[in-house]
């Protein structure tokens, strides 16, 4: 069983930066993809950024060149440097990783969400 718990969500100016962390428990050697989504208010959650068990991490347009996705091995969590926010970046953030439950089969796990907040 895979545990997922985020931190550092908060309301931030237009134009400043925020950290996000998820501090990621059990089953770490059958996890194949770390990644965070996003969910504003009415629409549906979406991709923000991910990060492979190779390194290879992949971003959402919208995102590209603002938010970094990194991994740290000592605190075994995955983390989403966001800078330049935008109001359009107002959401609930989601940590979630694809785990191989099976060698066919993958299960995601979520975390509880973290709300972020850019003000104009």
């Known amino acids: 069983q895979v545990q997922l718990v985020e931190s550092g969500g908060g309301l931030v100016q237009s134009g400043g930066s925020l950290e996000l962390s998820c501090s990621i428990s059990?089953?770490?050697?059958?996890?194949?993809?770390r990644a965070w989504y996003r969910q504003a208010p009415g629409k549906s959650r979406e991709l923000v950024a991910s990060m492979h068990t190779s390194g290879t991490t992949d971003y959402a347009e919208s995102v590209k060149g603002r938010f970094t996705i990194s991994r740290d091995y000592r605190k075994n969590s995955i983390d989403l440097k966001m800078t330049a926010l935008q109001t359009e970046d107002t959401a609930v953030y989601y940590c979630?990783?694809?785990?191989?439950?099976?060698?066919?089969?993958?299960?995601?796990?979520w975390g509880q969400g973290t709300q972020v907040t850019v003000s104009s």
């Open positions: 059990g089953g770490d050697f059958k996890i194949l993809r």
């Open positions: 979630n990783v694809e785990y191989a439950a099976t060698p066919l089969k993958t299960v995601p796990f």
